[in-house]
């Protein structure tokens, strides 16, 4: 059974630090992984997604890396400002016709003025 | 503007009640999945449809139900045998044409028990 970890569970940077939010995975044979951010009490909206065969991808300042023979993705966040506070979720992508999602429980980000 | 709208934003439910929870779209999308979010907790999969008049379990279905009657509607009834239905509840939609099509997600209805 495919299980999601990330971590930390939370952090909080002042703003303007670069900093590296954590995914793991334990079932490699995976389709994609997926980042989304949440806000509270709202839905989510999709980061970026990195394919299988890719090892990276990139927005703006957000970069994120896959090792999928490791069960291990990063998103980076350069530069961060307050308005990055809020909590990043990872989710990995299983190939089962539907597409499944798995998700981690997310990494709660404050970035302080 | 096309999205995913979800309705109510709070839901009260009293013991014994069954209870609906709306998802619309207006995206054309093949298909719809239902999430929990509990605190702490990753999102779960409830139900998931990928055509109309057709839906499958997803991974904590029990205690709930749902219909795809129309395209853009995809309904969940939180029913009574549901013994913990606190929570955030999050629809999502998705094309089917492309593999690489993301989850879009509505902005999902926090369901309380009175």
């Known amino acids: 059974k495919q299980e999601v970890t990330q971590i930390p569970a939370a952090l909080s940077v002042p703003e303007g630090e670069n900093l590296v939010l954590n995914c793991s995975f334990t079932d490699s044979a995976i389709y994609n992984l997926q980042w989304f951010r949440q806000d509270p009490g709202k839905g989510l909206t999709s980061l970026l997604l990195i394919q299988s065969s890719q090892r990276e991808q990139t927005s703006g300042r957000l970069n994120a890396s896959l090792d999928k023979s490791s069960g291990r993705s990063t998103l980076y966040i350069a530069a961060s400002q307050p308005g990055d506070s809020a909590t990043y979720l990872c989710a990995v992508i299983m190939n089962t016709g539907f597409q499944k999602l798995v998700f981690g429980t997310g990494t709660r980000l404050l970035v302080s003025p | 503007d096309g999205g995913i709208t979800q309705s109510p934003k709070y839901l009260f439910r009293k013991e014994g009640q069954n209870v609906t929870l709306s998802c619309e779209q207006n995206?054309?999308?093949?298909?719809m999945y239902w999430y929990r979010q509990d605190p702490g907790q990753g999102l779960r999969l409830i139900y998931y449809s990928q055509i109309v008049n057709d839906f499958q379990k997803g991974d904590i279905a029990e205690g709930y139900s749902v219909s795809r009657e129309k395209k853009e509607s995809f309904p969940l009834t939180v029913t009574s045998a549901q013994k913990n239905p606190t929570a955030f509840y999050l629809c999502a939609s998705r094309r089917l044409a492309g593999t690489q099509e993301t989850q879009y997600f509505g902005p999902g209805t926090r369901l309380l028990v009175l």
């Open positions: 995206l054309n999308h093949d298909a």
